[in-house]
């Protein structure tokens, strides 16, 4: 029997990378709007000064230094600033803001030849070049519902996930540590310290249920992910390991934002979906491992950017049949 393949034109799906990315941007505007609640016009001058910087680079970059047409308006960029700004406190000082989006766009993107090719999340690039410079600054973060007008000098205060990880380190009994923490309730409407995107759980969910729906993305990485996290940290807690209960580490910290918007970046993630649900539990397990023996209480950052680069072995390893293809004895 013949396969036949007919001339085109062929009928087109309707996706496209501009539309898949413009439907990131909406899934993320849930987000947006608690943080601007909570945080005010801290979390509003953030994203304008990342996702302006970041168009900026790209374009100049793309322009002068690639010799090519920049592609600003594909989405690309305004989704690397707009995660970008949502990874920092939301007190962060301008200029390391400016310097984070021309690391993350210059060495995270450009520097592999633009969209398509680079191997790392460039926000995530940005985000830990700024965290490994500026320590200090990327670790006060400010507190929820107060001076919401107020940018640089806004009160601050500590997050769940460092919260837990000095008292437990202290040795505080584990009943003190939960009397110290925000309630379930608190985490889910993102009424807790940390970085614009590392509240609100309840609004990132929404943002992967319009992804889902749109079918932008599917669900093997950020069951995955989310899923080991949840598997991994309770074993743990209740082997007795120093560490908090599962629900904290699902709803504290990056864990949502980082399963949801960064780990499932087309580029840097595998394309099977058996390499995907891999990709994701190594992500859940090196984050667990990072938050309880790490030096930092958050590591889904430095877990995605880990497994980022074992991207092209899994995709190896993974490869499906070709079609046809018969099994070697």
């Known amino acids: 029997m013949n396969l036949t393949v007919s001339p085109s034109p062929h ?6 990378i501009s539309k898949n990315m413009y439907w990131v941007l909406i899934a993320l505007i849930p987000t947006y709007l608690v943080s601007i609640y909570n945080f005010g016009i801290g979390a509003l001058a953030v994203m304008l000064i990342a996702v302006g910087a970041s168009l900026i680079f790209e374009f100049t970059i793309a322009k002068h230094l690639l010799k090519q047409k920049p592609k600003i308006w594909d989405g690309s960029a305004l989704i690397t600033g707009s995660l970008l700004a949502l990874n920092v406190p939301t007190n962060l000082p301008w200029w390391i803001i400016v310097i984070g989006a021309f690391i993350a766009i210059g060495v995270g993107k450009m520097s592999f030849g633009g969209l398509g090719n680079n191997l ?23 507190e929820p ?35 110290a923490l925000p309630s379930v309730r608190e985490m889910l409407f993102g009424l807790t310290g940390g970085s614009a995107g590392e509240i609100a759980a309840l609004a990132l969910l929404i943002g992967l249920a319009i992804l889902l729906l749109k079918k932008v993305i599917t669900w093997h990485i950020p069951v995955a992910v989310i899923g080991t996290v949840a598997v991994f940290s309770a074993i743990l807690f209740y082997a007795g390991v120093p560490t908090v209960a599962p629900q904290i580490h699902l709803l504290s910290g990056g864990l949502m934002l980082g399963a949801i918007f960064m780990a499932t970046d087309y ?40 497994m980022n680069a074992l991207v092209p072995l899994i995709d190896r390893w993974a490869k499906p049949k070709r079609f046809g293809e018969v099994k070697k004895a």
């Open 120 to 142: 790392f999340n460039p926000a995530l690039v940005g985000r830990v070049f700024m965290l490994i410079s500026f320590p200090v600054q990327m670790t006060t973060w400010p």
């Open 267 to 306: 580029v840097t993630s595998p394309m099977s979906n058996k390499g995907m649900i891999w990709f994701g539990i190594g992500i859940g397990v090196l984050t667990v491992v990072i938050r309880i023996y790490g030096a930092y209480p958050e590591g889904i950052s430095f877990a995605i950017l880990i």
């Open 145 to 179: 519902l107060v001076n919401r007008m107020s940018y640089v000098d806004a009160s601050t205060g500590a997050t769940p996930l460092s919260i837990a990880k000095e008292m437990l380190k202290g040795g505080a009994d584990y009943s003190e540590v939960v009397n």
């Open 11 to 16: 009928v087109h799906g309707g996706d496209s």
